[in-house]
């Protein structure tokens, strides 16, 4: 079973940016298609970007242009590069494979974009 851990989050200013990344403990090179969620308070987790393990990617609107996903199934992690951050971005981040699998649901890391 394939266990993920994120890191890479932090406090940071509006229009700022950061790098997120999420690696396994197996290999995911096996996995179709992995992908970034994050949940803000009070709110779902929703999807934030997917990518397959040939490449292709997909977004939500409210990040496209500003967020890169993208995998090294040899070092068996997915980033998450984050630009022009905005505060409504804030939210705990996770990865996980599309369609999601419970168990391998981590910690997450904490992104907060505040002035």
């Known amino acids: 079973q394939v266990q993920l851990v994120e890191s890479g989050g932090g406090l940071v200013q509006p229009g700022g940016s950061l790098r997120l990344s999420c690696t396994a403990s197996g290999s995911i090179f096996s996995i179709d298609v992995m992908g970034w969620y994050r949940q803000a308070p009070g709110k779902q987790r929703e999807r934030v970007a997917l990518?397959?393990?040939?490449?292709?990617?997909n977004y939500v609107d409210s990040v496209k242009g500003r967020f890169t996903i993208s995998r090294d199934n040899a070092k068996n992690t997915v980033y998450l590069q984050m630009n022009t951050l905005k505060p409504e971005d804030t939210a705990v981040y996770y990865c996980?494979?599309?369609?999601?699998?419970?168990?391998?649901w981590g910690q997450g890391t904490q992104v907060t974009v505040s002035s």
């Open positions: 990518i397959s393990r040939v490449g292709i990617t």
């Open positions: 996980n494979q599309f369609p999601t699998v419970p168990d391998y």
